[in-house]
């Protein structure tokens, strides 16, 4: 089971950007699905983006789609979120996730608090 260390949240002003990062221990990194969740306060925990385990492919949330990009680099076990554009509703508690078969795992999570 690899363990999750997220880095890479701060405040910022709506409109600028900030990039997450989850290192992960393991020596399967590769085989497992990455994705991010964030959870605002007094909000349920929802999905931002996933992408493949090669890296190739990538999915998100209509609310982040075209201002969020995600990708991994499987040598450095380490997944990226690139958040462009940012807005006061992107502020939330940011989690890193992983899953393999019935195998899963979470991070600590990182704050991010976007100001208007």
């Known amino acids: 089971q690899v363990q999750l260390v997220e880095s890479g949240g701060g405040w910022v002003q709506a409109g600028g950007s900030l990039r997450l990062s989850c290192a992960a221990s393991?020596?399967?990194?590769?085989?497992?699905?990455m994705d991010w969740f964030r959870q605002a306060p007094g909000k349920e925990r929802e999905f931002v983006a996933a992408?493949?385990?090669?890296?190739?492919?990538?999915y998100y949330a209509d609310s982040v789609k075209g201002r969020f990009t995600m990708s991994r680099d499987n040598a450095k076990n380490t997944v990226y979120l690139q958040m462009n554009s940012l807005k006061p509703e992107d502020t939330a508690v940011y989690y890193c996730h992983a899953k393999l078969r019935a195998q899963e795992s979470w991070g600590q999570g990182t704050q991010v608090t976007v100001s208007s």
């Open positions: 393991g020596r399967t990194f590769s085989s497992y699905s």
């Open positions: 992408v493949s385990w090669s890296g190739s492919s990538s």
